[in-house]
C-alpha cells in the first residue's frame, strides 16, 4: 500500500466510524425509550405519592430520536430537523431549521433597512440557555441565538418564538425568559451532560 492511500485509509476510516457512531445514537429504539418514559412522568404526575421520590432520567439520545421519529406531527409549521444538546449543568442548546418567510412577509414594512425585508427562507437557528426550574415552575433564560451562525437580536428571537408557540389558548404565544408552570407534578429537571432527571 503507498503512503497515499495509508494516509487516505487513516484520516476517512475514523471520520467514517464517528459518523456511524452518531448515527448509531438516534434509533427508533431510543425513540420508543423517549415515550415511554414521557408516558411513565405523566402516570406519575396522576398519583398522590410524595413529591420527590421519583426521579425518572432522560438522554438527549432519547429526545433527538423522538425528534427523528416521532415528533414532526407535532411540531409547527415551518419548523424541522429540531435537535437538543444537554450542555450541563442546567445550560441547553436547541438547534432546528426554521422557514422565516411568512415571518419576513408579515412583519416588513418594505423600508430599505428593515430586518424582516432582508430576511427569508430556511434557515438553521441555534439557542443556548440556561434552563432553571424550582418548585414546579421553569424558566428558560437565553444566552446566544444566531441565525446561520449570524447574531441574532432577542426582539427579533421573540418574535420568532411568538410564530410558532401561538396557540388558540394562548394567541400570544409564549415570552422568552417568562415563567411556567412545569406539567405532571414535575417539581425540578435536573440537567447534566448528555441528560436531564425530571424530579416529581
Same mark, same amino acid.
Given at each position: 500500500?503507498?503512503?497515499?492511500?495509508?494516509?487516505?485509509?487513516?484520516?476517512? +476510516?475514523?471520520?467514517?466510524?464517528?459518523?456511524? +457512531?452518531?448515527?448509531? #445514537?438516534?434509533?427508533?429504539?431510543?425513540?420508543?425509550?423517549?415515550?415511554?418514559?414521557?408516558? +411513565?412522568?405523566?402516570?406519575?404526575?396522576?398519583?398522590?405519592?410524595?413529591?420527590?421520590?421519583?426521579? #425518572?432520567?432522560?438522554?438527549?439520545? !432519547?429526545?433527538?430520536?423522538?425528534? #427523528?421519529?416521532?415528533?414532526?406531527?407535532?411540531?409547527?409549521?415551518?419548523?424541522?430537523?429540531?435537535?437538543? =444538546?444537554?450542555?450541563?449543568?442546567?445550560?441547553?442548546?436547541?438547534?432546528?431549521?426554521?422557514?422565516?418567510?411568512?415571518?419576513?412577509?408579515?412583519?416588513? =414594512?418594505?423600508?430599505?433597512?428593515?430586518?424582516?425585508?432582508?430576511?427569508?427562507?430556511?434557515?438553521?437557528? =441555534?439557542?443556548?440557555?440556561? +434552563?432553571?426550574?424550582?418548585?414546579?415552575?421553569?424558566?428558560?433564560?437565553?444566552?446566544?441565538?444566531?441565525?446561520?451562525?449570524?447574531?441574532?437580536?432577542?426582539?427579533?428571537?421573540?418574535?420568532?418564538?411568538?410564530?410558532?408557540?401561538?396557540?388558540? !389558548?394562548?394567541? !400570544?404565544?409564549?415570552?422568552?425568559?417568562?415563567?411556567?408552570?412545569?406539567?405532571?407534578?414535575?417539581? !425540578?429537571?435536573?440537567?447534566?451532560?448528555?441528560?436531564?432527571?425530571?424530579?416529581?
Amino acid at each position: 500500500m503507498s503512503h497515499r492511500a495509508r494516509w487516505i485509509v487513516a484520516t476517512v +476510516l475514523p471520520v467514517l466510524a464517528l459518523a456511524s +457512531l452518531r448515527a448509531a #445514537t438516534v434509533s427508533p429504539q431510543s425513540a420508543d425509550a423517549f415515550a415511554a418514559k414521557v408516558e +411513565l412522568i405523566r402516570r406519575q404526575g396522576d398519583t398522590s405519592e410524595k413529591a420527590g421520590a421519583r426521579r #425518572t432520567p432522560l438522554t438527549q439520545d !432519547e429526545l433527538n430520536s423522538w425528534f #427523528t421519529y416521532r415528533a414532526q406531527p407535532l411540531l409547527p409549521e415551518g419548523v424541522t430537523q429540531p435537535q437538543i =444538546t444537554a450542555v450541563g449543568p442546567g445550560q441547553l442548546s436547541g438547534q432546528a431549521v426554521v422557514d422565516l418567510g411568512a415571518i419576513g412577509k408579515r412583519r416588513s =414594512t418594505g423600508r430599505l433597512f428593515d430586518p424582516w425585508s432582508l430576511i427569508g427562507g430556511r434557515v438553521p437557528l =441555534t439557542v443556548t440557555g440556561i +434552563l432553571h426550574t424550582r418548585d414546579g415552575m421553569g424558566r428558560f433564560e437565553v444566552q446566544s441565538a444566531e441565525v446561520s451562525g449570524v447574531p441574532l437580536p432577542k426582539a427579533v428571537l421573540q418574535e420568532l418564538v411568538t410564530q410558532y408557540s401561538r396557540t388558540p !389558548e394562548r394567541p !400570544e404565544g409564549l415570552r422568552l425568559d417568562g415563567t411556567f408552570a412545569l406539567p405532571a407534578s414535575i417539581r !425540578e429537571i435536573e440537567v447534566g451532560q448528555g441528560q436531564a432527571v425530571v424530579v416529581q
